[in-house]
């Protein structure tokens, strides 16, 4: 890899939001050909420092310089001019569209009209190993072949800088693989790549340099090759961190058990439930893996009653059939739940926390009597979670969109752990969320478990997974594989289970659109 | 070109101001309106939010004409906060009416203190039966709830006209189309002799206590909160969506039925086919000036009497158009909604079109693929 000649530097950038300071003098440069990892926990100003190096944003003050020229994109189509491609965490195509219009409607007039784009489509995604059909229609894709047809989309405009935000979340190991390839490859080719992850062991293998944010400001920046993912992560968030560890345990009876549960998905994109079985005893995290939007939503929804199962047998609450119970039905049986989406499904984000404790919390804990809500109770048992949990917040009094995502999210984890549940079902319960907080969501989990509840953890984290489940399960296109002690699992594995359903479903979907 | 972006957090302060603010720029275009029409606008001022306060009658007049915008506002408000949009109070007014004024019609010319308590519920009934019809369709077809009730209003405005020229027209009436008066067990009490001013004041006042205790302190109420805030999470928390949508229509349609018999029964003192006059509709405007809270509502309802009152002084004395009050009440509901978007958002200007949207910045949005184009 070549690397010396910069291509982009940053001096003294500095952004600032009502009360936040997002980037505080960051400086920091990027050779040509370099793939250059920033690195940094949620809200560390990662992501404002890339919209404004693409555009999206303007810093209120500080220099850019690109290819050693003042460099001030007004909006992404300049960034763009000036050959800087990105590809966001979260794509922007249409499902009922096919690859080469999508690809086509992301391009500038100009772009799409030289030559011919569907031979271009074909030469560039041949040359760098992402194969896309640009006949596929976008909703019978993978997320990880979506994500191709962002790249090639950005590679189709010749960039020198190539930004990829969080690239790898939507991928199986087998995938990640594949992108690592490709941007070894392009990085070979002179294109230098700002990549940013908080995974730090994807860093290590890719990265040859890497910046560190934390609070907005830059906190060193180092080779990832020379030092330990622990190293990275407490330069990260600048503390020594503390990772809870399974302990060996005797499982007790089932608690949880599905069978068989079969069930359409409501959207046309969606994904349907195949005869999904499982089972969680006491004692035990089972953790479902799997790439986002093959199921978890699905099954989320039939978990949590908000979708009645087709019998109430294919769901059994300690041997209980609760397939057509109800959300309040389900937690009166000692069930509690944490859904994906904090803001709007898990809280209602205008009202305050004690307030958001009444959503669920209301019959087990007595926070209402006979229909009157009893505000003294509610208050004690919101000012418990608070501080058993450690959550940040001015008071039980603050709206929940005002906190960040990680306490949020241990508030909502503290509201369902502290009603004792017998069951626990939690879908990405560290999604998004910093270090700390994740350690100590997963803290409690262990100890849930401990005590003798069982657990089911949704999440497309494998780290998370192999760190805190005794038993792992992949889902893919909605089926649901036999969970295995996750001793005998492999990181490869699960990936192999993931891709190869994949594959299968993305056959069936296409042969189902052409028929 | 100018974009609208939304605030992170709005300004709590901003939200109680808005009203009071919307109620400036009202006056100071009210008085750019009248400087056009070549009228003094000071004496038009004076005339429309003074002259009322003035004098006793005028005061009764104030609760006379307040008592159903604040019973009728009450209702809508407890919907509003839920997301269910019922537009058709006046209908559910006039059906109430109706079915209130029948029950005085078919005892008479019997009477007793039992008369006015029976009128009082066949009246809610009536508006309550009323607004059970956009509930049903919303609930069993999703059929749109404000096209609905607000159709039906035409349709109960026709009915009553159809049964005052009809089976409940005066038989002494020489053919006018009006019932008869209502006997006297029949009528409100009045609450200041030699004036309009009846009991009804004291029942809406009453309400509004109830509905801010509805809304505060019943999990009843904090279920249709939540459904109007965040809709999946009421479903997260297991609501019935129909139940909630059912009781907001009956809270709302019983209210505005409430409403319906107290003005046949108090100032009217019979059926005629004038009942409806538009309350039904100014209250939608009283319950968003009184930001959906009952003692918002309470003074909002207080403030837009008082523009019906001062309207009409100011039509007589200055011989100002009658469309005076409604141009006023037209200008604050459209103050108030410009002044509440720019509370929660603001103000860009951009030079051109962003063509890649950006990523949200601290929230996590769902991982999952959808129809829509990811944010």
């Known amino acids: 890899m070549m690397t010396g000649v910069p291509i982009l530097e940053l001096e003294g950038v500095t952004k600032s939001f009502p009360g936040v300071l997002a980037n505080d003098n960051v400086s920091f440069t990027i050779g040509a050909g370099e793939i250059h990892a920033l690195l940094g926990e949620n809200g560390a100003g990662k992501s404002t420092l890339v919209k404004m190096i693409y555009g999206v944003m303007r810093p209120d003050g500080g220099r850019m310089t690109f290819q050693g020229k003042p460099y001030a994109p007004a909006k992404p189509s300049d960034a763009r001019a000036n050959g800087i491609g990105m590809v966001f965490q ?37 040359t760098y190993g992402l194969k896309v059909d640009p006949e596929r229609l976008v909703g019978t894709l993978s997320v990880g072949e979506r994500q191709r047809i962002e790249i090639v989309r950005c590679l189709l405009t010749n960039p020198k800088l190539l930004i990829m935000d969080e690239p790898t979340s939507v991928l199986t190991p087998q995938e990640v693989g594949v992108l690592f390839h ?101 004692g035990e ?158 803290r409690v989990l262990l100890d849930l478990a401990r005590a003798g509840a069982a657990v089911l953890i949704i999440s497309q984290d494998l780290d998370e997974l192999f760190t805190i489940s005794t038993r792992i399960s992949v889902i893919a296109g909605g089926y649901l594989f036999p969970s295995q002690p996750t001793e005998e699992l492999t990181v490869e594995a699960l990936g192999l289970a993931m891709g190869g359903r994949l594959k299968e479903v993305s056959e069936v979907k296409e042969a189902a659109v052409h028929a | 070109m100018l974009k609208l972006i939304p605030r992170k957090e709005p300004s709590q302060a901003m939200i109680y101001a808005t009203p009071f603010i919307a109620v400036v720029l009202t006056l100071i275009a009210g008085f750019a309106l009248f400087t056009i029409l070549g009228k003094d606008p000071v004496r038009a001022m004076w005339l429309i939010f003074m002259k009322p306060l003035t004098s006793s009658n005028s005061l009764a007049e104030l609760l006379v004409k307040s008592t159903p915008l604040i019973l009728i506002a009450v209702g809508l408000a407890i919907g509003f ?60 077809f999703n059929a749109n709830e404000i096209l609905v009730s607000l159709m ?117 003192g019979q059926l005629v086919p004038s009942i409806p006059v538009g309350y039904g509709f100014t209250a939608i405007i009283v319950a968003f000036l009184g930001r959906l809270h009952p003692l918002g509502i309470l003074l909002s309802g207080l403030l837009m009497a008082l523009t019906y009152i001062g309207g009409e002084t100011a039509q007589i004395e200055m011989s100002l158009p009658s469309s005076t009050t409604s141009v006023f009440q037209g200008m604050l509901l459209f103050f108030l909604l410009a002044a509440d978007v720019l509370v929660n958002f603001r103000l860009v200007r951009t030079k051109a079109r962003v063509t890649v949207p950006a990523p949200e910045l601290t929230s996590a949005p769902s991982p999952t693929p959808s129809l829509k184009p990811a944010e």
């Open chain 1, 90 to 126: 979260h794509f922007c195509l249409f499902e009922a569209l096919s690859v080469f219009e999508n690809i086509a409607l992301g391009l500038s007039a100009a772009e799409a009209a030289e030559g011919d784009l569907k031979q271009r489509i074909i030469d560039v995604s041949t």
């Open chain 1, 285 to 442: 995290i089972l953790g479902i893996a799997g790439v986002a939007g093959n199921g978890q939503i699905e099954l989320m929804e039939a978990l949590i009653g908000e979708r009645s199962a087709p019998l109430a047998e294919h769901i059994l609450m300690d041997g209980v059939p609760i397939g057509h119970h109800g959300p309040k039905a389900r937690r009166a049986c000692g069930m509690c739940f944490v859904p994906e989406e904090r803001l709007g499904h898990a809280t209602v984000p205008g009202m305050s926390l004690w307030e958001n404790t009444l959503l669920c919390a209301g019959t087990s804990n007595q926070l209402a009597n006979r229909g009157i809500i009893s505000m003294q109770t509610a208050n004690t048992f919101a000012t418990k979670v608070v501080k058993d949990l450690n959550v940040k917040t001015a008071s039980i009094r603050s709206h929940a969109r005002s906190l960040s995502g990680g306490n949020l999210q241990k508030f909502i984890m503290g509201r369902e752990i502290l009603q004792g549940p017998g069951v626990l079902i939690a879908s990405q319960p560290t999604w998004g969320v910093d270090a700390g907080a994740a350690a100590a969501i997963h």
């Open chain 2, 81 to 140: 906060r839920a997301g269910v949009w019922n537009i058709g109070a006046e209908g559910q007014f006039t059906i109430g009416a109706i079915a209130g004024g029948s029950v005085a019609l078919a005892f008479y010319p019997d009477g007793g203190i039992w008369l006015l308590p029976l009128m009082s519920v066949a009246g809610a009934a009536g508006g309550m039966a009323w607004a059970a019809i956009p509930a049903f369709l919303k609930t069993r």
């Open chain 2, 152 to 268: 039906l209003t035409y349709v109960a405005v026709l009915l009553l006209s159809l049964l005052v020229h009809g089976p409940l027209r005066d038989p002494d009436g020489l053919n006018f189309p009006e019932s008869r008066l209502f006997q006297n067990s029949g009528l409100l009490p009045l609450l200041i002799p030699g004036t309009r001013a009846h009991v009804g004041f004291v029942v809406a006042l009453f309400f509004v206590v109830a509905a801010y205790i509805y809304l505060e302190r019943l999990i009843i109420g904090f279920q249709a909160k939540v459904l109007g805030q965040a809709p999946r999470a009421a479903r997260f928390a297991g609501y019935s969506e129909r139940g909630i949508i059912w009781s907001c229509f009956m809270i709302s349609g019983g209210l505005a039925g409430l409403a319906g018999l107290f003005e046949t029964a108090g100032p009217v």
């Open chain 1, 182 to 282: 490709t941007l070894r490859r392009l990085a070979s080719e002179g294109c230098s790549i700002l990549y940013i992850s908080h995974k730090l062991e994807e860093i290590r293998a890719l990265c040859s340099k890497a910046t560190v944010l934390r609070g907005g400001r830059l906190v060193g920046s180092c080779d990832p090759r020379q030092e330990t993912a622990r190293g990275l992560a407490e330069m990260m968030i600048g503390t020594t961190l503390n990772t809870p560890t399974r302990e060996k345990f005797e499982p007790g009876d089932v608690r949880l058990k599905v069978q068989d549960l079969s069930l359409e998905s409501e959207e046309q994109f969606g994904v349907d439930l195949e005869n999904v079985s499982l089972v969680v005893r006491a």
